[in-house]
């Protein structure tokens, strides 16, 4: 059997990788040649734990390789990505262009499988840019399980999180939806090669929604938290203690509070299903506009802090602790973090120090002449403010002496406990 990933990404890459080292012959294909160079020579372009020697010994085994043009297969996965556009509407042109350059190359007996995360019907859609090119082909219609069909579609949404995906490709339970029952069957059988959980199969409109509701039910959770820490800043109660509380309650389990919801799913997902059903997706519009909100409140405690410093942001110095989405990653996607870090460029601090212990360059959005990645500790000695945007393991393992006679914002709750000292209330 012969598999094409197409797109090398966070989901691609890695999935990639796990079917080649259960000794399938994997071809990865992405458009961007710096990338599929990167990969040829065994290394990877992004960070994920474990991803680094699973490319390395797949490639040097012969396993993977990868290439910019598709070529023929048995099994096409995509795994491009599913952004939005202005109003957030869904952006499914990626999905357009592999469906199209995967056409060409279609056989008989073809399995293409929808891995990225798409809005209802999407995959039906995939399959008619496909089918346009390709009318000598039969393709199986939705929900008609008795017809034979040339080629087998079907949707199997990734559910992987960032940090632990090599493991969780293997241990999570997927999600088999098929165009029809047997498009399903066939596509299970794929995923049973790497996947020892359960591989559950249904049809595509259902996969595709579930995928969805998923990653809503994380943002509408993660919104409560973010509206109990707002709630909680008017009436000077610590959140993180208080949520901490709550949650010896058998039956509750709050999330915690940050400065916003960032990467390309939580914060992407739930407006597939507010574009599709806007009438009745009325709690999930809401906590997506809740945890959009969170970063304004974060920048207003910037501007509490100046004014408790009784000075002009010219004359202060400000260090922002972390620009990734999340702890302990390079991703700077839709990152809150990084967005508030660039609004506090722009009030014009007399020094602001960026501090991202995952990443090497700073994205283009920070002029490299006038600002440069700090060493923790080098951002520490000389500043007024302090913001701690993620809770990458450096921050919560660092002497918290550092932080003393300085203005604190924690956005992320993880000095809370053991810094008392700290002169913001906590976010
Ligand atoms: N966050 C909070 N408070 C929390 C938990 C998370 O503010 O208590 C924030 C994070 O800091 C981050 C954002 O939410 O900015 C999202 O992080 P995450 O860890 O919740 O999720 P992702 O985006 O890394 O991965 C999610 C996962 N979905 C679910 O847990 C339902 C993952 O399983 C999916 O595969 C992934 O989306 C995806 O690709 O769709």
Redesign the pocket.
Known sequence: MKVSVIGMG??GLPTAAVLASRKINVVGVDVNQDVVDTINKGKIHIVEPELDILVRSVVQSGFLRTTTKLEKADVFMVAVPTPFKENNKPDLSFIRTAAKAIAPVLDKGNIVILES?SPVGTTEKMMSWMKEIRSDLIFPVFGNDDSETDISVAHC???????HVVR?LVE?DRIIGGVTFQCAQRARNVYKIFVEADCLITDCRTAELS?LV??S???V??AF??ELSLICDKLGINVWEMIKLANRHPRVNI?????????????V?PWFIVDSAPEEAKLIKTARQV?DY?PHFVLKKVEEAVFNLGKKTSELKIACLGLA???N?D?LR????LGIAHQIKLMNFDKLYLVEPNILTLPKIFDSSKFELTELNTALTDVDIVILL??HSEFKEMDLSLLSGKQVIDT?GIWSDVHPRVSSLPL
């Open positions: 966070y989901i995360t949404p990734e559910r992987v999180l960032p940090g969780e999570n995928k998923e990653n039910f994380r943002d959770n993660i938290a973010n999330l915690q509070p940050g400065p916003g919801v960032g990467g390309h799913c939580i914060a997902d945890n969170k989405f999340k702890a990653i991703d839709e990152s809150p973090a993620v809770d992320r």
